[in-house]
């Protein structure tokens, strides 16, 4: 008897059970354009810039189906930077910062157990109070000379560099399931494993944040907030942002607050995205007000998405920010520095962005 179709049948067979079974996916994002940015009382740069539009990035993830509901995913995500090929920095402490120039997987890298009562995720990953100034809260979210980095980021002070802004090492964290009528929410504990006798640092860089939103139909809201322990003087993050729908336009509020120490940053946006054809008008207005450190501050960008495809885009942005008083600390873009007293930046960028 000949058993070789039979072992062959029976090959295939558990290759597609396993294909089944775990689903793992290569993706990835490249954003590349032309930045030019002046800056009162100093010079303008121009450069080949990147994340003009969406982060840059190369990742692994995948999901393996355990039965009865459980799942168990993994997602392993690197910044890039095509202009140069360099690739981005992680933190190991939520207090250092490393490996800025090879490649990290300091985006996100993460293992999670999921079911029906939601999911709990461990490793690097978004602190909870960064998903509302991301692109579904903010017009440019967090890229681009329009994005929520120039004002609704911490102004570091008093020897503290926040380093849970944007992502948090060491974390376990748990989301809400799909199931609750609208409600969504984030938990997340994470550690900065300094030593037991370190004394007044023992802390430094354990964080806790927490999230909950809504959404149904057009409405989308969101409060979160997460605070990071330094000796120095602790870091809170809180916003709360809104939209709605109306036809092709998007309205959307953000506001936001960054404690460092004794200071603080307060920031108002008022914004929309319009649906424009394949594209996509977008306009924000921001308003800061600081307490204890740098100054006051205002800015407005206008920028348009133009999608030639589900994958490819091509965009352009503009956006000014100016100091109030005698201060110097916001500007546009980090290529470049406000030197004169109460003076302004500008920046404007165009580029393409692809995704894999």
């Known amino acids: 008897m000949n058993t070789r179709p039979v072992l062959t049948l029976l090959s295939m067979s558990l290759l597609a059970g396993l294909a089944q079974a775990q689903s793992v996916e290569v993706f990835g994002l490249l954003d590349i354009g032309y930045l030019h940015t002046s800056a009162s009382g100093n010079g303008s740069v121009s450069s080949i810039n990147t ?79 960064f998903s509302n100034l991301t ?48 409600f969504y929410g984030q938990l997340m504990y994470a550690m900065g494993e300094q030593a037991s006798n370190a004394g007044a640092t023992a802390d430094d860089g354990n964080h806790m944040g927490a999230r909950l939103g809504y959404r149904s139909g057009p409405l ?15 870091f809170k993050q809180s916003n709360f942002a809104i939209n709605y729908q109306f036809g092709p336009a998007k309205l959307m509020y953000l506001w936001g607050k960054n404690e460092v120490g004794v200071t603080n940053t307060t920031a108002n946006m008022i914004g929309t995205q319009w649906t424009v054809g ?21 800015q407005w960008a206008i920028g348009y998405v133009h999608n030639m495809s589900k994958r490819t885009a091509f965009y352009t942005n503009y956006s000014q920010v100016s100091n109030d ?32």
């Open 278 to 298: 394949t594209g996509e008008v977008r306009f924000a207005y921001t308003k800061l007000k600081a307490e204890g450190v740098a100054n006051d501050a205002s």
């Open 51 to 129: 994340d003009g539009n969406t982060s840059s990035r190369l990742g692994f993830r995948g999901t393996e189906d355990l039965g009865g509901g459980l799942k168990v995913n993994f997602w392993l995500e690197a910044a890039v930077n095509p202009d140069s090929g360099t690739g981005g920095s992680t933190s190991t402490t939520n207090k250092d910062s490393v490996g800025g120039g090879g490649l990290t997987f300091g985006r996100r890298a993460t293992l999670g157990v999921q079911g029906s009562w939601g999911e709990v995720r461990f490793g690097r990953d978004y602190v909870p109070s």
């Open 220 to 234: 989308n809201m969101a409060v979160a907030t997460g605070t990071t322990k330094y000796a120095t003087g602790d």
């Open 135 to 182: 692109v579904s809260m903010h017009p440019f979210g967090t890229n681009g000379v329009g994005g929520t980095g120039q004002l609704f980021y911490q102004v570091n002070t008093g020897g503290t560099t926040a380093r849970t802004n944007v992502r948090a090492s060491n974390s376990i964290g748990y989301f809400l399931p799909a199931s609750l009528g609208g």
């Open 325 to 356: 008083g005698v201060g110097t600390r916001f500007v546009v873009g980090s290529g470049n520095s406000v030197t004169e007293p109460g003076g302004n930046s500008s920046g404007y960028e165009f580029g393409v962005r692809h995704s894999f």
